[in-house]
Structure formats: structure tokens, C-alpha cells
């Protein structure tokens, strides 16, 4: 992977560096949804070795880094879904025009490592799954969680879905199978990626399955504007793209 990432900036990221290698180097405060730290994080040293800038992350649900930022937290970046960014042009804390849909992500199942895999091949096994667990575990902040409870409720079955359900409000679902408080768990199949202790089952179906789209902006008071706009750019290159790719995501 590394050598897709060297080969893809020979080209894929030169017009980038062209325009920023002139600039300070700066460090990037980067807020970003957890749903692409997969990606980023292996990304980020590349990009900080051309261009001599540093970034500095902070990962969580996409709603409760918005409420960060009305909170008064700076930013150079910011990483959410396009309704938050939108709002965060409106109140004129990210640049407009500074907007790029940088991946697409679906939402998917897990059990504990060396646990049976439940069938979740149609809408009918994937519903009779939920019905057989003990305990459901989501995120109930993030737009995963909400809208796994969405499908839960089409599907006829939100209120016993409820009754059982394991919410981890901030971090990873995956984390209360790994430490059995709960059988199932459902979310972002690339923040279901980042635990260790359990397996991944698979997508949702696809008739239910949900995306959810993750999108890069400028802050208005960013420190280095371009520097900033070079990094989003960055992760829509070939090389970037490639990554993507790899950790189950779809490229914006």
C-alpha cells in the first residue's frame, strides 16, 4: 500500500504540492468522523512528508465534533456529513466553496472473534438475527445509530431492538461485544474495523443497506487556508483513493 501511495503522489499530488511547498509549514487541526480514521491515518504521514506540515487529529461522531466547534474549539479541517458541513457554512465556520465528499461508507455487522457468524444474507436473516440476540450494541450519538434504529423500526422490530440494545454513546459499538456485554454489533463497518476482539460479520443487506457520506471543509479561521484545502484534496487523489478503498470505504 505504501507503494501505491508513493507511485499515485508522483502524479496524483504533484499540482498539490506545487501550490503549497511554497507555504510555512503549519500544523492542520484536523476534527474528523471516526467512520474515516482508518484511511486518514494511513494517509497522514505521506502528506506530511511532502509537504513539511503536521496534522493533529481529533476523531469522534460526526454531530459531537460539530458541537465542538459551536463550542468554540479551532480548526483547520473538518471531516462530517454534508447536511453538518452545510450548516457549518451557514454559520459561517467552514469556508464556502471548501466542501469535498471524500467517501461513502456502509454500515455493518459483528460478533465476538471465534463467535458463530449469524446469517445476514437477506433482509428476512438479517431481521431474525437482531430478534435472536441477546444484546444489541450501537452507538446512540452518532448517525450510524440512529439510523440503524431507522431500519430496526421499517422492519417492524424497533422496540424489541430497543429493549435489548447496548449503546456506546461516543466511542466504537464494536467495543462492548469485544468485552461481552453484548453478542451483536452494529455500525460503520470501518469503525467496526478498528476493534480488536471480534470479527465482521458483513454489510447490511442491500436492500437496507445505509450510507453515510463523509465530506471535507475548511474553517473559516484556519491558520494556513491552503495548506488546509491541500489536505482534503490529498485524500481525492489516486493514492488516496486506493486506500479508500481498501479499508471498505467507496471514494467520494
Not at 459551536?70 to 447536511?83: H, M, R
Not at 494556513?224 to 491541500?230: G, S
Request: aromatic share 4%; charged share 20%.
Amino acid at each position: 500500500m505504501k507503494t501505491l501511495v508513493s507511485l499515485g503522489l508522483v502524479g496524483g499530488f504533484a499540482f498539490i504540492l506545487s501550490n503549497t511547498m511554497a507555504a510555512r509549514a503549519d500544523e492542520i487541526t484536523v476534527l474528523a468522523s471516526s467512520g474515516v480514521k482508518a484511511a486518514v491515518v494511513e494517509l497522514a504521514p505521506q502528506f506530511e512528508k511532502e509537504t513539511g506540515h503536521r496534522l493533529t487529529f481529533t476523531w469522534g461522531a460526526s454531530n459531537l465534533l460539530v458541537k465542538q466547534i459551536e463550542d468554540g474549539t479551532a480548526f483547520d479541517v473538518v471531516i462530517v456529513s454534508p447536511a453538518l458541513i452545510k450548516n457549518l457554512v451557514q454559520e459561517g465556520k467552514v469556508v464556502e466553496g471548501s466542501a469535498v465528499d471524500l467517501a461513502r461508507i456502509g454500515m455493518g455487522v459483528a460478533v465476538k472473534q471465534g463467535a458463530p457468524k449469524p446469517d445476514i444474507s437477506t433482509v428476512q436473516a438479517f431481521k431474525e438475527t437482531l430478534l435472536n440476540a441477546k444484546a444489541i450494541a450501537y452507538t446512540s450519538t452518532g448517525l450510524s445509530g440512529r439510523q440503524f434504529m431507522s431500519i430496526a423500526v421499517k422492519l417492524g422490530i424497533g422496540e424489541q431492538v430497543r429493549v435489548k440494545s447496548k449503546t456506546n454513546p461516543e466511542g466504537v459499538a464494536a467495543e462492548l461485544v469485544a468485552k461481552g456485554e453484548a453478542d451483536t454489533a452494529i455500525q460503520l463497518i470501518t469503525e467496526l474495523a478498528s476493534v480488536s476482539g471480534i470479527e465482521i460479520v458483513g454489510p447490511l443487506p442491500p436492500d437496507i443497506q445505509s450510507y453515510i457520506v463523509l465530506t471535507g471543509g475548511v474553517g473559516t479561521n484556519a491558520k494556513d487556508k491552503a495548506a488546509a484545502q491541500a489536505f482534503i484534496k490529498y485524500l481525492t487523489t489516486p493514492a488516496a483513493i486506493s486506500v479508500i478503498k481498501a479499508k471498505r470505504m467507496e471514494p467520494g
